[in-house]
Structures are given as C-alpha cells and as structure tokens.
C-alpha cells in the first residue's frame, strides 16, 4: 500500500498509517478528518480567554491588551482562565474517581454475600491495604476485612469533616504530607484566607470548585488554583488510588509480562472482540466469558477458529496488564479498529469513547454496544451491565459478537501486519519483586547516577499532539 505524505504526518505509527490511509481512498471519515473541518479553531478559546460561566456571557477577553480587559462582571483573565482549569480538573477527577468507588462498592458487596458473580482475588493484597489503613488484618477474616477497607474507602467519597482524607493519610510519604500542609499555610499568609491543599472528601472537592466557579463567588487566580490541586489530590491519592488497590484485590495484582500491541493482533480468522472504555468491573468478566470451552465450541460452529479479545485505552490495559490479553491501541486508534473490517463487536462502558463509532460501525458489520448508565451513544446498542448479574450480561454480548462473524464481508478486510512486544504489568507489588522485594537497588542507582529518575508517561494522544 502506497502511503501518502499527507496521511503520514497524522501518525507515526506505521499500523495506524495504513488504516487511514484505507480510510482517506474510501472516503471514510475520522477524527482526523473531523479536526480538520474545525480549523480554524478559536483563538479565544484555545488561550481559556472565553468565558460562559454566566448568562451575561460569553464573554472573552483581548489577548493583546487592545479589546476588552475584564468580563461583564469584571473578572479578569486569571480569574476566567483559573475557572475553567479548576473546572477540567473536576470533571477529570469525578470521572477517575468514580473508577474507585463502583469496585468499593463491589467489595463490600462480595464482603456482604449480596454477589455472587465476582471474588476476592488477592487477599495478601487486601491484609497490605487493611494494614495501611491502621486496621488489624489477622484479627479478622477476609469478608470483614474486606468489609472495614470499603467502608473507609467509601466513607472518603462523602465524608464532612475537615479531616484529611484515610487514604491519602495512609499513602502519601509523611515528608509529601508535610510539604503539601506548608504550601496550604504559605498560601493562607499570603491571601488572608484560609486557603486548604489536602483534600476532605473526595466529592466535596469536585463539588467545592462547582460552587467556587459558579457566577459571583471565587474570583481570586491562586485561590482557585489551589482548589483545583485539593480536588486533583483528592482523586489520585484518593478516588484513582482506590480504583487501583481495590481493582486488584478483587482481579488480582498484575504481573510482569510480555504482551502484544497495535492493530495487527486483530485476528482475520477468529471472532474478534474490542474493549474499550475505562472500568475492569465489565471487562473482566468478557474476558472470562470470552475464553471459555462453551464459547470456544460457539465460535467453531460459526466458522472461527475462536474468539480474541483485544482492549483499547484503559479497559485494554487493564485486561492487558492481569492477563495479557493484547492491546489494539490507544484513544485514536478505536476507529481504525473497526475500519479493519474484522471486528464483530465493540462493547464500550465509560470515557475516551468517540460517539463517531455509532456511525461508522454500521459502515461494516461491527456491532457497537455501550453497556454504562453513565454514557449514551446514539446508534450504539445498549446492554445494561450489572455486577450483579455479570455473567449473564458478558455471555450475551459475547455470543451476539460470535453470531456476527458470519455477517463479515470478505472485500473489507484488510489488518495491518504490524504488532509490537511491549513488557507489562508492573505494579508496585511486581515492581519491588523484580528488585529483590526492597526499591534499594533502584534508590542506589538513582543516588549514583547511574539513572536520572524514574517517569510516568500517562495519557492517550490526540490528532493535535
């Protein structure tokens, strides 16, 4: 396939480079594509200089110093600006937050017997999380345990008081806790008002910086600022923490593996499954329903030597770090999943789901199925998946995707044959087990120099990045 220059320079992945490069010769349309009829985009909002909080509004601020200074009320460009950060920051932080509280939630009902489809994993894991939060693990059994841990994980959502949040107390490095309550008190001397940096509760923050950017309330740049880091800590030492510590108790703690990625491990001869979305909660069981004899003997009878599961975005790694179920790709790549032509069925729950793939689904056989209360899509088949009734909800969807691969059409099948190795799951757990179960041997090696530090790159990338 002859590659274009103007298709090159939308990725540099050579996998995605074919798929859109099938995409522009068949005129199908793409995020990309999408972007493009946008331009130019407004300048105003791009600089957060434009401002809707109010009916006054909008409202929108001269860059330049030449145009309008102030909004109708009088909020400067810091102030408009700080709102609409802090703002992002809440709507990042409810969504990633409430990834802790459904497996809190879920915990306390295994720890209560009201579910019967999910279990405890890993209860070395569960005793190290109960340890932390000052509980006594060898005085209870598992199901109390587990029972107390969700109860303080739950209790930090919607807490009242003015008491750091458990988690983050039990988490966070003593000197971290410290620096953060110096810079709470350096900000409250500097602007004659109590100014807080640890978070309370983790809702109350999200619902602070609601109430605080609302018309006429807070207009002070740092104040705002500061809020938005209350809430930012408040979700990852606190709502994300949760998700990641009680998802493996209840899943299991990842391991070191190898693994593959990109488009190429879709498979032209099996029924092919794409995850996709943010929540193991759902995928977790399609993948157990998935793997099974039954569906196994299903998918022969269709004509598919079986199924493949393969995960996009966060379900994808969440899937791909406790099983090595490979990965297609990230946020940009969902369309060009369904563009191969050989995927029978996209289930998604929450999150970095383009609405486009109703659309673009039924360019081809792909069924399209949202299974979250949370999140419509127009187009998209809705199957309401309940813990409760998991398993129940995971075969269905997994025998619609079987019945569908006779629906194929043979003309439209092109994946590329570019797969990458990639070396997961490393979880704190595993992390320390790879360094003889003490950080020493990393520490050393950050203090001689044989290594500058340690990164996280965290986050999908967009056709603007």
Known sequence: MKISEATKAKSVDPASQEILQLAADQDIETVWNRLEKQQPQCGFGELGLCC??????????????????????????????ARHLIRMIAGGAAAHSDHGRRPALLLKEIAEGHNQEYRITDPEKLKAIAARLGLSPEDCDIKELALAVADIALNDFGKQDEETLAFVKAY????????????ADNLSSMSEKTIGILPRGIDREIVDIMHRTHFGVDHGPLSLIAQGVRAAIGDGWGGSLIATEIQDVIFGTPKIREANANLGVIDKEQVNIVIHGHEPVLSEKIVEIATSDKMAQLAQKQGAKG???????????????????????????????????????????????????????????????????????PGS????????????????????????FSNRKPEKIYIPAVTNRALVGFSVEAILEALGGTPEPLLDAIKSGAIKGVVGIVGCNNPKV
Do not use: Y
Not at 172 to 183: C, N, S
């Open 52 to 81: 809707r909080i109010c009916m006054m509004g909008p409202c929108r601020i001269d860059p330049f110093g030449e145009g309008a200074q102030k909004g109708a009320c009088g909020a400067t460009a810091d102030t408009i600006v």
């Open 172 to 183: 966070a490095p003593k000197k971290r806790l410290e620096r953060w309550q110096k810079i």
């Open 307 to 377: 199924v493949n599961i393969v995960g996009m975005c966060c379900s994808g790694n969440e899937i791909l770090m406790r099983h090595g179920v490979p990965i297609a790709g990230n946020e940009l790549q969902q369309e060009l999943a369904i563009i191969t032509g050989a995927v029978e069925l996209i289930c998604v729950d929450v999150q970095c789901i383009f609405p486009a793939l109703a659309e673009l689904s039924q360019c081809f056989h792909t069924h399209f199925v949202a299974t979250s209360d949370q999140a419509a899509f």
């Open 381 to 404: 088949t809705h199957i309401q998946f309940e813990e409760n009734k998991a398993n129940l909800c995971a075969e269905k969807i997994v025998t619609m995707a079987i019945e569908n």
